[in-house]
T-cell receptor, first 113, second 115 residues
């Protein structure tokens, strides 16, 4: 499975945008880029995913580099509730391992009021 | 629609005992996966079940096992508990209908403490 690299921690001020980077230089053509986050005392929750084009949903935006070797999760206005560990994960759409996610250490996002 | 339900929420056992954890997936979801989360190793994949068959297995000893029932509910069992088995055990379910847009939905986990 291709590996991702994320900063261990980041800080943000409330109501400001946050850009969480992820490097995945060994990504393959069939790998989708997924983001999950884990709030304190909860299981991980899905945030967003994409293949090549930038993606937007009600939670966040995903910006994917043209060569797909990196991506950025964008929270447009951070709230205190967004403080969590954010995981960038590659999923091979061609694999039958739909239930298997390889989690790295993720980025711990701290949001300051 | 109810989310993924895991029971019990907390469990305390002693070394050498065995434990069974339960997971009820979201209605209609046929894939159930289990993960172990510890401060040192992070989130690690244990195994995945689909239509009552184990489809994938992580790198854990044979003391860790699981099964899935015809209603997609799943249980995992850990025999001969060791102190290192203390962890948060998470269950996730997915519909397994469209691999390109597959999302996992996680429960809140069972916190197991082995004394």
């Amino acid at each position: 499975d291709a590996k991702t690299t994320q900063p261990n921690s980041m800080e943000s001020n409330e109501e400001e945008p946050v850009h969480l980077p992820c490097n995945h230089s060994t990504i393959s053509g069939t790998d989708y880029i997924h983001w999950y986050r884990q709030l304190p005392s909860q299981g991980p929750e899905y945030v967003i995913h994409g293949l090549t084009s930038n993606v937007n949903n009600r939670m966040a935006s995903l910006a994917i580099a043209e060569d797909r070797k990196s991506s950025t999760l964008i929270l447009h206005r951070a709230t205190l509730r967004d403080a969590a560990v954010y995981y960038c994960i590659l999923r091979d759409v061609g694999s039958s391992n739909t239930g298997k996610l390889i989690f790295g250490q993720g980025t711990t996002l701290q949001v300051k009021p | 629609k109810a989310g993924v339900t895991q029971t019990p929420r907390y469990l305390i056992k002693t070394r050498g005992q065995q434990v069974t954890l339960s997971c009820s997936p979201i209605s209609g979801h046929r894939s159930v996966s289990w993960y172990q989360q510890t401060p040192g190793q992070g989130l690690q994949f244990l195994f995945e079940y689909f239509s009552e068959t184990q489809r994938n297995k992580g790198n854990f000893p044979g003391r860790f096992s699981g099964r899935q029932f015809s209603n997609s509910r799943s249980e995992m069992n850990v025999s001969t508990l060791e102190l290192g088995d203390s962890a948060l055990y998470l269950c996730a379910s997915s519909s397994d209908l469209d691999r390109r847009n597959e999302k996992l939905f996680f429960g809140s986990g069972t916190q197991l403490s082995v004394l």
